[in-house]
């Protein structure tokens, strides 16, 4: 059975989250347990992207990663750390995640 390239995408990207939460909580890498936790995180993320680039195209896979990460990250600071956005920082971030859906929907790059 041949996994979806997605699967391991969503998981790098899940990773590559919690990492940068990590990174918030290393406090400059002056904390050990989320500075190992953070490096561990980002390693196995960066792995798993590589898994995915097998199958589809770098820049589309990054466009992916990139979007995803900077919307949960936004939600991760606002709910984790009470970070607020204003409305010009919302737009784009929702700017930035509809250019993946245009490319994942009418891209012919991705493979559908």
């Not at 940068?20 to 002056?30: A, D, N, P």
Request: a positive charge; aromatic letters at 8%.
């Amino acid at each position: 059975m041949i996994l979806s390239p997605y699967v391991p995408l969503g998981i790098a990207i899940a990773l590559e989250v919690l990492g940068t939460s990590l990174l918030q909580r290393s406090e400059q890498f002056t904390r050990l347990a989320p500075t190992v936790g953070m490096a561990l995180c980002y390693l196995a993320s960066f792995y798993l992207l590589s898994v995915s680039l097998k199958v589809l195209p770098l820049g589309v896979a990054y466009a992916i990663w990139s979007a995803c990460g900077v919307a949960l990250v936004a939600l991760i600071g606002w709910a984790a750390f009470g970070q607020r956005l204003d409305l010009p920082a919302v737009l784009g971030m929702g700017l930035i995640v509809a250019g993946v859906v245009v490319i994942n929907v009418f891209s012919r790059t991705v493979g559908h």
